[in-house]
Nanobody, 120 residues
């Protein structure tokens, strides 16, 4: 069974930090490109950060310099470190995997999301 489970969301004051983690199962993690997206109320889901199977990283302009993404191929997890958070970062954050499952089916898989709220 393919599953992505996000954790680490919560409430934080402006200027604070949070670290999100995505635990994966059912995919060949080392062959998957991993991404984080977010969706704020009333807005479309948007790309935030990505890390390829070759560990190349990319970021949306809105988070560049504040967020970092990393992957642990031994634990099949991908993390998003978020610093200098501001209220505009409030959203549901989703983990996304693109690549083969354990049954060698190419898939795009989403987690259920984790809420991040930045407020004073």
């Amino acid at each position: 069974q393919v599953q992505l489970v996000e954790s680490g969301g919560g409430s934080v004051q402006p200027g604070g930090s949070l670290r999100l983690s995505c635990a994966t199962s059912g995919i060949i993690f080392t062959l998957n490109d991993m991404y984080w997206y977010r969706q704020a109320p009333g807005k479309q889901r948007e790309f935030i950060a990505g890390i390829s199977k070759g560990r190349n990283t990319s970021f949306a302009d809105s988070v560049k310099g504040r967020f970092t993404i990393s992957r642990d191929n031994a634990k099949n997890t991908v993390d998003l470190q978020m610093n200098s958070l501001n209220p505009e970062d409030t959203a549901v954050y989703y983990c996304n995997a693109v690549g083969p499952t354990m049954t060698w089916i190419m898939a795009r898989t989403w987690g259920q999301g984790t809420q991040v709220t930045v407020s004073s």
